[in-house]
């Protein structure tokens, strides 16, 4: 299976309603859609729950969906260059 790309906005959707399962996250994604009311943020979530119902469970737990800023998403709150995230902290 080819990997999955999530795009910045993707990512921040999931990060957003990310739960202790995939199941639950969908359903969190799928549960505040009535309460979107711009249509690209809509487009953005449909894309997000397209690309995430095809992982496995287990493939889900091994991903991680920080919220990107929209200034700098390599920046950490003091404004630094955030290390990767399999870097030792």
Do not use: W
Request: charged share 25%; proline share 6%.
């Amino acid at each position: 299976m080819q990997a999955l790309h999530f795009t910045v906005e993707e990512m921040n959707i999931v990060a957003m309603y990310k739960a202790d399962s995939l199941a639950a996250t969908l359903t969190a994604i799928d549960e505040a859609m009535p309460e979107i009311y711009d249509e690209e943020i809509i487009t953005i979530a449909e894309s997000a729950s397209r690309k995430l119902s095809t992982l496995t469970e287990l493939a889900f737990l091994e991903l991680t969906f920080p919220l990107a800023d929209e200034d700098d998403g390599d920046s950490n709150e003091d404004g630094q260059e955030a290390p990767p995230q399999d870097a030792p902290q």
